[in-house]
Structure formats: structure tokens, C-alpha cells
């Protein structure tokens, strides 16, 4: 793993405007809407009472991509954060890894970018 760029919450706000994210995810519904990515379902893995792990994988575009999120309730009366996560993007032709990225700040980039796509188109 030698040489993967990690890009962290600020990197990522600092790499993609609101405005930006709005064409990219408008995009991104396009290609998956032609087919042109495809998502299995997420998986949960559940580790009761404590929390869970979800596992988003998709393809598309020459890359896949897995979004990996732990959610854990009663990890802030321990100083720790409910929810943490990553993105790991992978060449699809050769299985390497690419990148690693913060999942909250693109979680919430795509969140936010999705909301004003839905109230512009309703």
C-alpha cells in the first residue's frame, strides 16, 4: 500500500465546492441510471448491542469503490465519534488501490449535493 494518497475530511472540503459536488453527483445518478455503475446492495454487519459495520461497494468508471462505515451509539461518552468511515477506490482493471478518502466529508458532500438536486427537480 505503499505510495496511496490519504485524504482527509479537510482535504476532500478543500478539493470539492458544494457546487462541484452538485454536478458530480447529478452525474453520478445519470451514469448509474444508464447503467453505467452498478451498487449491490449494502451490507450490514452487526455487532449487537455495541454497533454495526456497512460495506457500500460500486463500479463504475474504471474504479471500484467501497465505502466502509462503523456506527457505534455509545462511542461519545468515551471521547470517540458515533460514526467513522473511509473510502477506498481501486483501479478496475487491476484490483490496486488508489486512494483512501475521509467517508464523512464525502458522505456529506453527496448528502448535501443530493438534497438540492432533489428540490430543484421536485
Known sequence: MSGVPVFTGRHVEQAVSPD?????VRAAFVAHTRGEWTMPPKVYVTNYPAGDF????????????????????????QGLPTVTGVVLVSDAETGQLRAVLDAGSVTALRTGAAAVLAAETL
Request: proline share 14%.
Open 20 to 24: 462541484r459536488a452538485v454536478e458530480a
Open 54 to 77: 456497512r460495506a457500500m461497494p460500486a463500479l463504475g468508471g474504471g474504479y471500484a469503490l467501497l465505502k466502509w462505515i462503523t456506527s457505534f451509539p455509545g462511542n461519545p461518552p
